[in-house]
């Protein structure tokens, strides 16, 4: 296991908007998400709940129409959010020298939930023959890596991955260690969650009061002798997740230094709204931040049911000078 | 080869532990006496596997047994039974390991899982209260937390390292295989449970059905007259550990690699370009060619584009090997398949067995394989597990029973 994992390329879209620059301008304080307030039947009355919705994607031509017409919400967002990111990395993303030296890696934690929710009802309401084949093809969950890799030509190892809140370190580290171990130049990561109707409804009535978000954060991630890249936004060092008995101290985080004098620290979920994925986004946050700051390190840590979840990055600056 | 140039032989992994369950049988020795004393393909017309019970539903179902009375739970609640499936296996694989709870207490232990139902819950009386216009309670959200599989098997058995599930549709347990792998370089585990688990959901059923992919005759892998796939359910999980350990390795795995046809939602690249260029990674990471390999565990699905994409990438690179099919005593069990055969291909190196290809009785001219007609014996070394997936995943797993260079008894 040897070599620097470089992050490369961002994309983004989420509530905030679409484009890395609805990003810098968050951090910038110059940008905020528009809330949605609803009203939702549930079993305990109406209740009121609130969301951040992604703005709509328009596909381009290029993508095949027998790609198109399955494409989940989702999907879509992650086509504008993964092709951002493959161009912002790529010197010439539509024309990869090696398209096998290249990754996949998706994660979300619900997958195609408009898509799956709408594949049910048909078979709720009209039985088996409801059940519609291109409907079914695209709403399995990891039909949206295969339409990346059709839609962006990329025949590399992917991987869909699926694990709750643990999902944005866990798509982290398949790329990371693929990276390091050789098998591939460059992994696009696109991570994130849609909401749909049903879920809505779920949140709803169980009484919760946040936000509900959706979007998905994009990042390529290179060699450190990678071939081909524009520019290197960090350095990934680091990305662990350990559960209940044994977590991560900060001492036995490299990053440690960050937190011997005066750490400072910002949270961006309040921007993004409530998914199982948020992390992905606070993850490019800080990218960008660090891309410009030669000084910081950045760690991302958070627990859930006893987890923690510890991703590393410092500025890339000093090896590009 | 080019595309190949960081990748090195890596040092191989043991494995140490072996779990199934499945329409073959409960439990390790309940599959060996399935797979290697069953009879052939060819002797005898395709039926139902002796322990499978196909009374209520059209896949290939585990039989349920009294002494699971205490996972009723699991049983009533159709999205939860991959967590079943995946207790059962581990349990099993660490049994089989020789690691007490109170040893488990003491390593960092993975959990990862190759699944496509076991990421999310799945209530069926809850959708269909609701897309008919009830307002149902909102549990399944609660539900949705502790179904995952990965994450459940590592609390289940209090594991205090990384867990993951992914969802490669049909590849999806031998991809959990190679990220694991990937923990125990990076040493990031000392021990990882690893492989797949699967239940059939009505609506995967009726799914696969509209795409016409089913069969309704038990499946016939590699026939001229195969007409679809038979649906199944289970588990396969392996202990996976680095070759330092006390404990005494069943086989090794020598190398894993994956790559996508970038072809098609859900038909296989006709020249198997993902499968070819997953199965030459695999091998190199393996210090293998593929002269150097004995038999290969097919993917064999019975779907006619399947057996015929794979089945000529066979036939061009691997006449010299046996071909063994065994979905025809399990069913496809999508996201466990890579982990229950990897499960299959481990049992087969150690005890020099290929199991017979059930359904299998006439040759294709346009595949030109002829897998395994009757159980068939052999000092078998090395082996691949070849796993391909909707929407274009292909996985190669890579299994020696030494670890040495091919050849080599050490």
């Known amino acids: 296991m040897s070599g620097q994992v470089f992050i490369t390329g961002l994309g983004h879209i989420s509530g905030l908007g679409a484009g890395r620059n609805a990003l810098l301008e968050a951090i910038e304080g110059k940008r905020l998400p528009e ?18 919705t992604a703005p709509e994607v328009t596909l381009p031509a290029t993508i095949p129409e027998s790609i198109k017409r399955r494409m989940a919400r989702v999907a879509k967002m992650a086509f504008f959010s993964a ?18 030296r290249v990754g996949i890696v998706v994660g979300t934690a619900y997958g195609c939930l408009e898509l799956a929710s709408a594949y049910q009802r048909r078979i709720v309401e009209q039985g088996p023959p409801g059940a519609s084949p291109s409907i079914f093809s695209g709403s399995v969950q990891n039909a949206i890596a295969s339409q990346l890799s059709i839609s962006l030509g990329i025949q590399g190892p992917t991987a869909t991955v699926t694990t709750i809140d643990q999902t944005t370190i866990g798509s982290l580290r398949v790329a990371f260690d693929w990276l390091k171990f050789g098998e591939v130049d460059h992994v696009l990561v696109a991570i994130g969650d849609e909401h749909s109707e049903l879920h809505t409804y779920l949140a709803a009535d169980s009484g919760s009061t946040e936000t509900l978000g959706e979007g998905i954060a994009s990042f390529v991630l290179s060699r450190e002798d990678a071939k081909g890249i524009k520019q290197r936004y960090c350095e990934l060092f680091d ?21 011997g004098s005066a750490p400072w620290a910002r949270s961006f979920a309040p921007l993004f709204g409530s998914m199982a994925t948020c992390s992905a986004f606070e993850i490019s946050m800080a990218a960008l931040m660090t891309s410009s700051d030669l000084r910081t390190r950045s760690c991302f840590q958070t627990s859930r049911f006893g987890e923690n979840q510890t991703v590393g990055l410092r500025s890339a600056l000093a090896e590009i000078s | 080869l080019n595309s190949q140039r960081h990748l090195a032989a890596t040092p191989a992994l043991s494995i140490t532990g072996l779990g199934c369950v499945s329409a073959a049988g409960i439990g390790i020795a309940e599959t060996e006496k399935t797979l290697f004393e069953a009879p052939s393909g060819a002797e005898v017309a395709p039926e139902p596997p002796l322990i499978l019970d196909t009374s209520e539903q059209h896949y290939f179902k585990l039989r349920s047994r009294e002494d699971w009375a205490e996972y009723a739970a699991f049983i009533a609640a159709p999205g939860m039974k991959p967590c079943l499936f995946a207790i059962l296996a581990a349990e099993e694989a660490l049994s089989s390991a020789g690691i007490t709870r109170d040893e488990l207490a003491n390593l960092r232990v993975g959990v990862c899982l190759g699944s496509t139902v076991g990421g999310t819950n799945y209530q069926e009386t809850f959708l269909q209260e609701y897309f008919s216009g009830k307002l149902p309670g909102s549990d399944p959200l609660e539900q949705d937390y502790v179904s995952n599989c990965a994450l459940f098997l590592s609390r289940h058995l209090g594991l205090n390292g990384p867990a993951l599930t992914v969802n490669n549709a049909c590849t999806s347990g031998a991809d959990a295989i190679g ?11 000392d021990v990882v449970l690893c492989g797949g688990t699967e239940t059939i959901l009505t609506k995967i059923y009726y799914g696969f059905r509209s795409l016409m992919l089913c069969s309704l005759q038990t499946c016939r892998p590699f026939d001229r007259a195969r007409d679809g796939l038979s649906l199944g359910e289970g588990a396969g999980i392996v202990v996976l550990e680095k070759k330092a350990t006390k404990r005494k390795p ?23 370009r993902g499968l070819n260029s997953a199965a030459l990674k695999a091998l190199k990471q393996s210090n293998r060619n593929f002269a150097d390999i004995d038999f290969v565990n097919a993917h ?19 006449s010299h090997a046996r071909i063994s099919a065994t979905k025809g005593f399990t069913g496809h069990t999508l996201g466990a398949a890579g982990g229950v055969e990897a499960v299959f291909t481990a049992l087969s190196l150690m005890h020099g067995k290929l199991p017979a290809s059930r359904g299998f009785s006439n040759v294709d001219p346009e595949i030109g394989v002829i897998p395994t007609l009757g159980v068939e014996t052999g000092s078998y070394k090395s082996a691949l597990s070849i796993s391909l997936g909707f929407g274009g995943t292909n996985s190669v797993l890579c299994l020696g029973r030494t670890e040495g260079d091919p050849g080599s008894d050490q």
């Open chain 2, 250 to 272: 069943k086989v090794h795995l020598l190398g894993y690699a994956g790559a996508s046809d970038s072809f098609h939602p859900t038909a296989p690249h006709p020249e198997a």
């Open chain 1, 35 to 52: 809330r949605k307030q609803i009203s939702v039947r549930t079993s305990h009355g109406v209740r009121e709940t609130s969301l951040f």
């Open chain 2, 300 to 318: 064999a699905t019975a779907t006619p584009h399947n057996d015929e994409a794979e089945g000529r990438w066979l036939t061009k690179n691997l």
């Open chain 1, 239 to 259: 990305v662990q997740a350990f559960a209940g008995k044994k977590p991560l101290s900060v001492s036995q985080f490299e990053g440690a230094e960050v937190f």
């Open chain 2, 179 to 189: 990220i694991a792998a990937n923990w125990l370089r990076a040493d990031l585990c």
């Open chain 1, 83 to 100: 092709n951002e990111a493959m161009q912002d990395a790529f010197v010439n993303s539509a024309n990869l020298v090696e398209p096998d």
